[in-house]
Each structure stands twice: as C-alpha cells, then as structure tokens.
C-alpha cells in the first residue's frame, strides 16, 4: 500500500512537471497606479481552442513584497492551463513594504496598517478582474466562470474581495454592478471584518485551506473585541450557516506553510473544485488531513504572536 501510494505522489509530481511548459505565458499592463507598473501574466495552454474558465490569483507576502511569477506557484499554474483552465497571476501593491516594525507598539496600530494595505490590495484585485472581464473574448474566458485564488496576504486580498462584493450595496471597485465570482479558492486566509463574517448576498462556493497551527494567518480568529480577522475556521461556519456551498480542508499540525503546499499536493483537488462549481455540483465538504505519527502542536495563539510573525 505504502509504494502504491508513493508511485501515484510520484505521478502527480510527473505530471506537475511536465505541465511546467504546457502553457504560453504572455503579460499585460493593466493599471498605472503611480510610481507601480500592475501587470498580469496570463497561462493558457496552446492546445485549449475553447472559452475556458478562469482563476485569477493574488500571491502571498504579507503585504510586504512578492512576486506574480513566483517559481513555486508556477507548477500549478500550467498544471491548471494544461486542464482547460486559464490562469491569470497579478499584481497588486504591497502597502506594508515600508512599515517601520519600531513605529508600531500596539496591535490596534498594526491593525490600522493592516486594513488600509487590503484595501488597497483589493482595489487593485479588483482592477485586474475588471481587466480580465474586459478581454475575456480575446483570451477565450467565460465571464461568468471567473475564480479568485490567493495565498496568504493574496488568500486575504481574495477573501476580503468576495466579503466587500457580497456585502456592498454598489458595485466594488471598477466590476460590473451585476458581478461576483464563480468561486473563491484561499491558501490560509481570513477576513477582515467587525465581528463574525455575515453575507448579505449568497457567496461564491468557496475553497479554504488552512493548517490549525498557523500563527502568521489565524486559523480561527485574531481579534481586538470583535474587530481583526476572521480565518477559515470561522468562515466555514458563517458559510455553514446560511447552506453556502464550502469546500474546508483543514490540515492538522501545519503551520503557514499551507499558503503553499496545495499547489501540489492538492493541484487536483483544486482542479475538481473548478469543475465541480461549474457543473452546479459543488457542496459543503470538511475534509481533514491528519500526518501520520503526528506529536502534539501548539494551536492557540496570542496577538502577540501574530503580531511578531508579520513584523
């Protein structure tokens, strides 16, 4: 059982690989935001003649730095475009790149920090998914099968996004008045909010990933009162809630380095959530991942603690 488990591991490797040149890569300025040149790279495969569906990513960096073209997210971007899905990977402008760690000395500043770099984060997500919906003909996309996928600081950019679009009264940002993701895949995200996640309009299905050990993106929650973010945990129940289709796998022991690790081990996964959305199939999941001969983990966490691991 055991070298027929690590045969297929090393079939979907094989096949990570291979995909890695599947795809054409070609970028696009989609917004001047002065002194910050946005582009977006888009992956679609030579092969793919048809309208596709689309995800358009946001990467981490604790809105600190990062890059779109990332090496380790590059496998499960031509894995994705290799399987009929277009990919486009953008930026969007790290507004704590010049925090000063001496000028803060209490959460609530961080937290002030904090909001103004996703809302900045989001304007510009936001931008580029009205870029893609612009183009969609041109790139052959469907508009209405747009996904966002983030890790870390861009699973928050992705999360915050769906969270202003289903709870704002007029459109957010440039997007149409009328539009709203086919569905929303996050690597250890949160919500920033005023209290537990509440959803005025039916969210997109979502896919949350997070590890119940991570101290840099609460599993849970990191909160001052009622206000700070809300991690996966949390918006699992709020989508539990309401009957709101989820898919929540929840890895036991990991930490932050769930921001990662899905694009290869659950490049599949997240493939068959894509398919599964688009087929009108997709329903409230909770998987669990347990390593085997796991030791006892450390899963609660103090401000603090966050604090020190984004500064």
């Keep these: 059982m055991k070298i027929k488990k690590l045969f297929i591991s090393a079939i979907i490797a094989l096949s990570l690989s291979l995909a890695a040149e599947a795809a054409e890569k070609r970028t696009h300025i989609y917004n001047i935001a002065d002194p910050d040149t946005l582009r977006v790279d888009i992956y679609k495969s030579?092969?793919?003649?048809?309208?596709?569906?689309?995800?358009?990513?946001?990467?981490?960096?604790?809105?600190k730095h990062g890059q779109r073209d990332d090496a380790r997210y590059l496998p499960m971007f031509n894995f994705l475009a290799d399987n009929g899905i277009t990919v486009v990977s953008a930026d969007y402008r790290t507004a704590l790149s010049n925090l000063d760690p001496t000028d803060i000395s209490e959460p609530e500043e961080f937290a002030e920090a904090l909001t103004g770099a996703i809302q900045l984060a989001v304007l510009d997500y936001t931008s580029a998914t009205a870029f893609t919906i612009s183009h969609a003909a041109e790139w052959g996309i469907n508009p209405s099968q747009i996904f966002a996928c983030g890790s870390s600081a861009g699973a928050i950019t992705v999360l915050q996004t769906q969270y202003e679009c289903c709870n704002r009264n007029t459109p957010i940002g440039a997007l149409p008045a009328d539009f709203n993701y086919?569905?929303?895949?996050?690597?250890?995200g949160a919500i920033f909010s005023d209290g537990t996640p509440r959803w005025r309009r039916t969210p997109a299905p979502m896919m949350l990933f997070h590890g119940d050990a991570d101290s840099t993106v609460p599993f849970d929650r990191a909160t001052i009162g009622t206000f700070g973010l809300w991690g996966s945990k949390s918006i699992a129940e709020s989508l539990n809630a309401i009957d709101s289709p989820y898919t929540f796998w929840k890895i036991l022991g990991s930490d932050h380095s769930v921001a990662i690790t899905p694009m290869d081990k659950h490049a599949g996964a997240i493939l068959d959530f894509i398919h599964a959305v688009c087929d009108s199939r997709a329903s409230i999941t909770n998987v669990e991942e347990r390593q085997p001969g796991q030791k006892p983990y450390k899963t609660e966490f103090t401000l603090e603690d966050y604090l020190r691991s984004n500064l």
């Design 46 to 63: 030579n092969e793919c003649k048809e309208t596709t569906p689309a995800l358009i990513f946001a990467f981490g960096g604790s809105f």
């Design 182 to 188: 086919a569905g929303v895949i996050s690597m250890a």
